[in-house]
């Protein structure tokens, strides 16, 4: 699921990330080639990737939200 909300999120913003996938890990690179190094092209997708795949629902949500803890961002565990 989330190699494909990534993708999604890539192909709407007409900019394309390198992804490595292994069991339970996923690695994602971001690259303008065209300017040969990272741009705020790269920040904003990675900013919008980051919202997306670590969204949780609030604490006084009607939402329950996965009490699997699985996902999370690299020092936020």
């Known amino acids: 699921m989330l190699v494909n909300a990534v993708g ?3 192909e709407a ?12 890990k996923l690695w994602v ?18 900013r919008r990737i980051e919202d997306n795949v670590l969204w949780r629902p ?10 699997n803890k699985f996902v999370f961002s690299k020092g936020t565990r």
């Open 58 to 67: 609030d604490d006084d949500s009607p939402l329950e939200g996965t009490p």
């Open 29 to 46: 690179k971001l690259t303008t080639h065209s300017s040969g190094g990272i741009t705020d092209k790269d920040f904003a997708v990675a």
């Open 13 to 24: 913003a007409y900019h394309h990330a390198d992804l490595a996938v292994t069991w339970g």
């Open 8 to 10: 999604y999120i890539c």
